[in-house]
């Protein structure tokens, strides 16, 4: 990994107060980067940049599955890490498939909508180099028993010699930065809104239990974190549509997590 983002000290969180309460509710956000804040990192320290890095996949439903909650998704995360902790994040973020070269210059990826996804040998073997020499992947937003089944059976192409095992509440993704007390489930805004009365948090019957489950190297480092029956992305892409919804699922629940797991992978 070209870019190891090995100091500590420019990962360490600075939280301005425990929560991120004092993140202002921001108002619409336009796909265009219309109301999300811009600024420039010093290019001397090009290389101590975090880049939130979005894989382009191909589905076998034939549409673009992996550009889901894109561009908001991307540029609101990107924003808030910045705002939030002591890391300097590029404001732009990245497109990538997982057979490009540039890939091994960043060790973080975001795969969104997996339960159709389709490697070729190409990129499953790419995808595993990628893990093997220090990468790590996110995995977001898919619900129900055969979106998982699909997404476990490409996963077995990548390790056929690992497993995808659950993450106890105790691992360091739910308590290095934001303690969360359980493992969150985040709807969509449109799943938020209709079942806000009864407490409905699940898009469909069988996703009614958030899973959160993951790939371990030989020295126990999480490489692959899977984000089953829920939907951090979109409590980054919509936190400006509903403040409801901004206070119950992006402050409490999705943006928490989602900085968990970049310090994380970070820092191991």
């Known amino acids: 990994m070209k870019r190891t983002l ?3 000290a420019a990962i360490c969180v600075t939280l301005v107060v425990v929560t991120i309460c004092i993140a202002q509710y921001r ?12 600024w420039k990192n010093d290019p001397e320290f090009k290389h101590d940049v975090f880049t939130f890095v979005r894989v382009r996949y191909n589905s076998h439903q034939g549409w673009r ?11 609101n995360f990107s924003y808030r890490l910045q705002q939030l902790t002591s ?33 070729t040998e190409e990129e499953a073997s790419c995808l595993r180099r990628y893990l093997m020499n220090g990468g790590f992947m996110m995995v977001d ?4 028993e055969a979106e998982w089944d699909n997404f476990a059976m490409e996963m077995k192409r990548v390790f056929p010699e690992r497993e995808l095992v659950d993450i106890p509440l105790e691992h360091p993704i739910f308590h290095c930065v934001y303690d969360l007390k359980e493992k969150p489930q985040v709807p969509s805004i449109g799943v938020a809104q209709w079942g806000r009365s009864e407490g409905i948090t699940w ?3 069988d996703a009614k239990e958030v ?12 490489v692959v974190v899977v984000c089953h029956n829920t939907d951090l992305g979109d409590g980054w892409e919509r936190e400006g549509e509903d403040k409801w919804y901004f206070q119950e ?14 310090f994380y992978a970070m820092t191991h």
């Open 6 to 8: 090995i100091l500590l």
């Open 27 to 38: 108002k619409g956000i336009p796909a265009d980067r219309g109301g999300v804040p811009e």
């Open 65 to 75: 599955r992996w550009a889901t909650d894109y561009p908001d998704s991307d540029l």
């Open 87 to 119: 890391m300097k994040v590029d404001p732009e973020g990245r497109v990538l498939e997982l057979t490009d070269k540039e890939l091994f210059d960043f060790p973080f990826i975001y795969m969104i909508e997996p339960g159709s996804l389709e490697f």
């Open 141 to 144: 937003d898919f619900w129900g």
């Open 203 to 205: 898009e469909r019957e």
């Open 211 to 222: 899973h959160y489950r993951g790939i371990f190297d030989d020295a126990g480092r999480l």
């Open 249 to 262: 699922f992006s402050e409490k629940k999705a943006y928490p997590l989602g900085i968990n797991i970049v």
